[in-house]
């Protein structure tokens, strides 16, 4: 631990300084675009598991973070259940149900988990809708009017687990128990060789169009691995889509406009749900959903589904004459003992169980805070969550605890309470004045860049050093002045009170008992207050326990 210089002495105060910081105006224009989050929609044949949940709350802290920017701009955020396909048609048929029903049972387990995780989504999806089905006829029709729809035969590698076509370089073959088969190396599911009609888009016509567009946007595509695997694929020609499958082997889905014996393929429809949720087609409001929200500021996924968002969906939107998403965010896996999760090897991470058991805002700051980094696999651990879980009660609960108790608050009661920016930048103080100088503009710029781990850490070092200074100055005892222990008491409420602020996209719940024990005004909680020194401390009620779980039980 870093020794800290005698604080018993210092009690100066200096002249402040003016900091910049960004404002944001309380009533947005109505030229404002509505920012908007998506996760991928969700495919209901088992129960939810951490993945879902993972992306649910890094969607959720992009949307209130966003809030946290500026809470006057509106905030579109979907998710929702992808319930179309062969997969749910034959899981439906093995239970003897009809499909719909099928998908109305299973459906509802997830928008259960959105109200579990406390995400603010603002409309969640079911590609089963009316209004969902009109708008994927409707996109069909503006491909086809434009000539990017074909008849032709297709053959290929097809995987009925994940509904789509391998081409060869993604297929390897297998052996076991003396039987052959064959496997997509991109997601591990068996495939099997596949002829018929059907229809196609004309995606080889975007090749070119697409390398361009990723080209000139390198941030498009985050981590930045996966933007250089996109422009890799990009470099092999890129083969029509097929978008339909026969009527006969494939009911369950939206029928072809105009041809009967075809269903629209599932991933066409599953991926139009990111326009249909904001209202499209959007002729009454001139054709660019901009005031719906159009494009997406942000697309959360995983890294499995990347090929259909980085390359199938942007060549529909550049074929319809969209604007393309802005950023992507792929996000690998969470596994479990470094296997990925499996109904079969009975190991699926249940995140109902961890946040009744833990709570739902430990649960979102320990998959922030290790999940948090995007670029490789990460494992789901009991213990780790209980070790993350322990560090925030610590520095976050334990410090308010610390700084409110009784003999702080008595040694304290007869001085005024310092203004944190006039305290002196002496050498005991140096440190915690530094990081909370550079908290917020930190913490803003991490975000940005979709360092969400990275982002969490800068809060805890602040917590950190606050923790370090309030057990090194002491300021319960008798040897520390009066004066001195405001000081400390000072540092460590305005530390406090910033990093509630900046939790509130990670923790909702803790973070508002934190700033409503401080007494702390709802308008005064964006990211501009963050900022070192600002107002917003009101009346401050000691002894307020952020958390009731038992950390020696832990």
């Known amino acids: 631990m870093r020794s800290l210089p005698s604080v018993r002495s210092v009690s100066k105060r200096v002249v402040p300084v003016r900091h910049q910081s960004r ?18 929609i969700f495919y209901p044949n088992a129960a939810p598991h951490i993945g879902h949940l993972h992306s649910l709350v890094v969607a959720d802290i992009f949307a209130r973070h966003a809030k946290l920017c500026d809470p006057s701009r509106p905030v579109r955020f979907i998710t929702g259940t992808d319930e179309h396909g062969l997969k749910l048609q034959n899981a439906a048929k093995a239970k003897g149900m009809d499909p719909l029903a099928f998908c109305d049972e299973l459906s509802v387990h997830f928008r259960n988990l959105t109200k579990k995780a406390n995400v603010t989504c603002t409309r969640f999806t079911r590609t089963t809708e009316r209004q969902h089905c009109d708008a994927v006829t409707h996109l069909w029709k503006e491909l086809d009017a434009r000539g990017l729809i074909y008849k032709g035969r297709h053959e290929g590698w097809y995987s009925v687990s994940d509904e789509t076509f391998y081409p060869q370089s993604q297929v390897a073959q297998q052996e076991k128990d003396g039987v052959e088969y064959y496997i997509s190396t991109t997601s591990g599911s068996r495939v099997e060789w596949q002829e018929e009609e059907n229809y196609k888009f004309r995606l080889s016509t975007f090749q070119r169009s697409l390398t361009e567009h990723f080209s000139a946007h390198p941030d498009a595509i985050q981590p930045a691995q996966f933007h250089a695997d996109i422009m890799n694929s990009l470099q092999e020609p890129l083969e029509d889509l097929s978008i339909s499958r026969k009527r006969s082997r494939l009911f369950w889905g939206i029928p072809v406009p105009n041809d009967p014996e075809h269903t629209i393929y599932v991933w066409i429809d599953a991926l139009a749900v990111y326009l249909s949720s904001v209202n499209y087609p959007w002729s009454a409001t001139g054709g660019n959903g901009f005031s719906e929200g159009w494009p997406p500021d942000v697309q959360v996924i995983g890294k499995d589904i990347l090929r259909f968002h980085a390359i199938y969906f942007p060549a529909m939107l550049q074929a319809l004459g969209l604007p393309l998403t802005r950023r992507l965010l792929a996000h690998s896996h969470w596994t479990v003992e470094r296997t990925k999760m499996s109904k079969s090897l009975g190991n699926v ?23 948090g980094r995007f670029k490789d696999d990460v494992d789901w651990s009991q213990e780790q969550l209980q070790k993350h879980s322990r560090e925030i ?35 005991a103080f140096s440190p915690l004045l530094t990081s909370l100088k550079r908290l917020a503009p930190t913490f803003e710029a991490q975000m940005d860049r979709f360092e969400v781990a990275d982002a969490v850490e800068t809060i805890v070092s602040a917590l950190q050093e606050a923790n370090l200074l309030m057990t090194q100055a002491a300021p319960w005892s008798k040897d520390t002045p009066p004066a001195v222990a405001a000081d400390v008491q000072a540092l460590v409420f305005d530390t406090l009170r910033a990093c509630g602020i900046l939790l509130q996209p990670f923790m909702p719940e803790k973070s508002a008992l934190l700033l409503d024990s401080f007494g702390v005004p709802e308008g005064q909680r964006t990211l501009a207050d963050a900022a070192f020194g600002r107002p917003g401390l009101g009346d401050v009620r000691p002894g307020v326990r952020l958390f009731e779980l038992d950390l020696s039980k832990m």
Request: charged share 20%; aromatic share 10%; hydrophobic share 35%.
């Open 23 to 40: 404002r944001y105006s309380d009533n947005a224009p109505s030229t404002v675009k509505p920012y908007y989050v998506t996760t991928p």
């Open 349 to 371: 991470a249940d995140p109902i169980k961890a946040i009744d058991e833990f709570g739902i805002d430990l649960v979102r700051y320990y998959l922030a805070r290790v999940g």
């Open 393 to 427: 009660i610590s520095l976050l609960g334990n410090l308010y605890l610390r700084a409110t108790s009784a003999k702080i608050m008595k040694r304290v009661s007869a001085v005024p309470r310092p203004n944190p920016s006039l305290i002196s930048e002496s050498t």
